[in-house]
């Protein structure tokens, strides 16, 4: 089992910054990967970005891409997403992830933070 705590969301005014955060515990696989997806209202769920623990390689949606940068502290299994330049249509509950690629794992969800940025 694995357990994802998520910190870092809010409201803020279009231009602005935020950072999320991470923290994955329980049985961590040797490589894994993390990363973050959102669900806006009435939309459905897509990955914003995503990172692998073992050789660095990430993954962006090209709706974020040089907006948004997804890093990882491996020693703490935490993953961090900073968003800048930040857009109302970046609004949207973010939730985190967690899949164990070895050993291979389920995909595990955190309970989701909501980002909430005004024109």
């Known amino acids: 089992q694995v357990q994802l705590v998520e910190s870092g969301g809010g409201l803020v005014q279009a231009g602005g910054t935020l950072r999320l955060s991470c923290a994955a515990s329980?049985?961590?696989?040797?490589?894994?990967?993390m990363g973050w997806y959102r669900q806006a209202p009435g939309k459905q769920r897509e990955l914003v970005a995503r990172i692998n623990s073992g050789n660095g390689l990430t993954n962006y949606a090209d709706s974020v891409k040089g907006r948004f940068t997804i890093s990882r502290d491996n020693a703490k299994n935490t993953v961090y997403l900073q968003m800048n330049s930040l857009k109302p249509e970046d609004t949207a509950v973010y939730y985190c992830?967690?899949?164990?690629?070895?050993?291979?794992?389920?995909?595990?969800w955190g309970q989701g933070t909501q980002v909430t940025v005004s024109s």
């Open positions: 329980g049985s961590i696989s040797r490589i894994n990967v």
């Open positions: 992830t967690y899949s164990g690629l070895i050993p291979r794992t389920a995909d595990y």
